[in-house]
């Protein structure tokens, strides 16, 4: 049973989510901490309010927190070309693929990549995007091997 001998109100709900959020505790957590203060908010409600109340939500976004000393990105990034090939890995995995992410080729071509379970890679163009050349996918090849690791 919550301690509280009597519920919050709006101003100090919303007082406290603010406060939460900008701490950089994620919504569940919040849920959470609300449920025992004796408030009950479906997790919709929750995020809904939360758009509507000033939050620095950079705290919230995962890419943003250093929690690793340094992502190989980063490191790889900061000595590309400008104007070259850019590769980037995606955290979220397509379906049926080991890895995959997005290129952009130094011609200005745009495309996903996806690495098979089978070792196969393959590239899904941008809709609108030029065709890649020759070069564009030495490139792509060298710079996405450089990003893994193996070069």
Request: net charge neutral; charged share 25%.
């Given at each position: ?63 943003d927190a250093p929690k690793s000393p340094a992502k190989p ?79």
């Amino acid at each position: 049973m919550p301690e509280t001998a009597e519920p919050m109100n709006t101003e100090e709900r919303n007082a406290f989510i603010t406060a939460k959020l900008n701490e950089g505790v994620s919504l569940s957590d919040i849920q959470k901490l609300l449920a025992k203060q004796g408030v009950s908010m479906t997790y919709l409600d929750l995020r809904l309010l939360a758009d509507e109340l000033k939050v620095n939500w950079k705290k919230q976004d995962p890419k943003d927190a250093p929690k690793s000393p340094a992502k190989p990105a980063d490191v790889l990034d900061k000595g590309a070309k400008p104007g070259g090939t850019t590769v980037t890995v995606s955290k979220l995995v397509r379906p049926g693929a080991a890895m995959s992410g997005s290129v952009a080729f130094a011609s200005g071509a745009k495309a996903d990549w996806v690495l098979g379970n089978d070792g196969r890679l393959g590239l899904i163009p941008a809709p609108g995007s030029a065709k890649p050349t020759e070069d564009d996918l030495v490139g792509f090849q060298a710079e996405l091997q450089r990003k893994l690791g193996g070069g």
